[in-house]
């Protein structure tokens, strides 16, 4: 697809309209800035309740990590619910549990509501990399059952485990039936189709330059401004230098996907035998999936900087090798990487700058649940209904140490201790 970088996802893009750049002046309810998860969702809910609303977007819709991510539609939160329960309490962890519940239910209502063409399948698979991981994920499907009722976690034996995946890397792992996969890129692309269905304009290639602080708002871009009684910042990792009040709270990190060549039925499903998602327990994850032609969509390893590697096939070959060796003779087809936002604690960030300015960022690799749900949100909040938003503003997400300029250094240092620890026994 013209103006995406180059990918499976984007080689395999179901259509899109010819984009349109603001050229002009206009007044609305709402100006969203982002047409990614975040963006394309409250534009959706927030002209299915009647306001008149407008996303501006840098490149084009679907361009960041939106359109770029491993597929994986997980259940709850970046951290497990014992952590939450440990950092915000019993009753929150509860509510927070909830609303991500929510968001998995939303993202299923919102593909079938609105027949998007995505390639949705059930099943997302946790798998021990280390021996003492594997009584942790029993424990946590006992726990889920007994506490939150959540009885779609199945813990899978290391025997059964080396059925399912083929590979001997595994020493157990947990089956998340609620969860699912699906190709990231056409889910927002039907996002966007639907929200257009409901009136929403969608302008690309068109990057907001600045945002005033006045009441009603002012976004500028390069031809036209928009004039709006709410402005919604849906940027995450793309955010820039455009509002420097919470940009030192998230920190931009890029994750890398390559896709083999087709594997055939057969060979496939010697990989992953149900055609679940799959993603290990190692602090810089290994996340992959079966494509709907047979391919192995194999994601891992992260870098800190600007720049990706100049050979991302050969960055992620490595990772993709130790857990399956036999595909030593596979071509790789397609190669590329996305940048996605993490906070310190690994919660989102959500908030408001001013009342009529509201802001949701730093999924941390949960983006396809919490950015859908939090459109959702961000829509009940515009119209008066903040309840469930101000659950998730109300944690406090600090700034990176340092802020913008000096928050990578402190991030390597920790980043390569968690990578050791992947490596030790």
């Given amino acids: 697809m013209s103006g995406h970088p180059a990918s499976y996802y984007a080689a395999t893009a179901n259509e899109m309209p010819v984009p349109a750049a603001l050229a002009g002046d206009e007044t609305v309810d709402v100006c969203i800035i ?31 990590a939106s359109g770029r991510n491993g597929g994986q539609l997980g259940t709850g939160h970046r951290k497990d619910q014992r952590t939450l329960e440990e950092k915000v309490g019993v009753e929150w962890a509860h509510r927070l549990w909830a609303l991500a519940v929510d968001g998995v239910a939303t993202v299923k209502d919102l593909i079938a509501r609105h027949e998007i063409d995505c390639d949705l399948k059930p099943g997302v698979l946790h798998a021990a990399w280390k021996r003492d991981e594997a009584p942790w994920l029993e424990a946590e499907a006992e726990h889920m059952a007994r506490e939150y009722g959540y009885e779609k976690l199945r813990y899978i034996p290391p025997a059964e485990m080396r059925g399912m995946v083929g590979t001997a890397r595994y020493f157990g792992g947990l089956l998340d039936e609620g969860a699912a996969h699906l190709h990231p890129l056409n ?84 990989l992953i035998r149900d055609n679940v998602g799959v993603q ?3 602090f810089v994850i290994d996340y992959y999936r079966l494509s709907a032609d047979n391919r192995l969509l194999f994601g891992g390893g992260e870098n800190y900087s600007s720049r990706f590697p100049n050979d991302i096939a050969a960055f992620v070959r490595k990772p993709m090798l130790r857990v399956f060796p036999q595909l030593d003779d596979v071509k790789i087809d397609y190669a590329w990487g996305g940048t996605l936002a993490i906070t310190m604690p690994r919660v989102p960030d959500f908030g408001r700058l001013a009342p009529n300015v509201i802001y949701a960022q730093g999924y941390s690799g949960q983006g396809i649940n919490i950015a859908t749900l939090a459109g959702k949100l961000i ?34 240092l920790g980043v390569l201790w968690y990578t050791l620890k992947d490596r030790l026994p």
């Fill in 34 to 64: 982002g047409a990614g998860y975040t963006g394309l969702s409250a534009a959706l809910h927030l002209a299915e309740r009647g306001y008149k609303v407008t996303v501006l977007e840098a490149e084009r819709i679907g361009f960041g």
């Fill in 187 to 270: 889910y927002c692309l039907g996002l966007a189709r639907a929200a257009r269905s409901k009136g929403v304009r969608i302008y690309e290639n068109s990057p907001a330059t600045d945002i005033s602080h006045t009441d009603p708002a002012r976004v500028r871009t390069a031809s036209g401004t928009i004039t709006a009684r709410h402005v919604v910042l849906a940027c995450n990792a793309y955010l820039g230098r455009l509002e420097p009040r919470i940009a030192g709270r998230i920190m931009p990190v890029n994750n890398f996907i390559v896709a083999t060549e087709p594997l055939g039925e057969n060979r496939a499903r010697s």
């Fill in 280 to 282: 290990d327990t190692k």
């Fill in 379 to 412: 829509a009940e909040a515009v119209a008066g209904q903040s309840e469930r938003f101000d659950c998730l503003g109300e944690i406090k997400v600090p700034n990176f140490p340092g802020g913008t300029w000096l928050r990578y250094p402190g991030l390597m």
